[in-house]
């Protein structure tokens, strides 16, 4: 689960990363092969942000609860 919401945040931050298959904790990215460095640093610059972000694995678990919620909520609401 933690890996599946580190990799949404960092997506809503524009880097597209993966959930390694056998290990839910890796997250994998796969950078272009020409990559400017300017790139790199904005990268570093979003997962720390991310990983700054959340201290405790409580505070983690508390907001992907929050926002899986939140859109279940939306679906209903559609729904009826």
Same mark, same amino acid.
């Given at each position: 689960?933690?890996?599946?919401?580190?990799?949404?945040?960092?997506?809503?931050?524009?880097v597209?990363?993966?959930?390694?298959?056998?290990?839910?904790?890796?997250?994998?990215?796969?950078?272009?092969?020409t990559?400017?460095? /300017?790139?790199? @640093?904005? =990268?570093?610059?979003?997962? +720390?942000q991310?990983?700054?972000? %959340?201290?405790?694995?409580?505070?983690?678990?508390?907001? /992907?609860?929050? @926002?899986? =919620?939140?859109?279940?909520? +939306?679906?209903?609401?559609?729904? %009826?």
């Amino acid at each position: 689960v933690q890996g599946q919401w580190l990799a949404y945040l960092l997506l809503e931050r524009g880097v597209v990363c993966q959930v390694a298959v056998h290990d839910w904790n890796i997250l994998k990215l796969t950078p272009p092969l020409t990559i400017q460095s /300017a790139q790199i @640093q904005h =990268l570093l610059d979003q997962i +720390e942000q991310v990983f700054a972000r %959340y201290d405790s694995l409580y505070s983690l678990v508390r907001d /992907a609860v929050r @926002q899986t =919620l939140r859109k279940k909520s +939306e679906k209903l609401r559609e729904m %009826y």
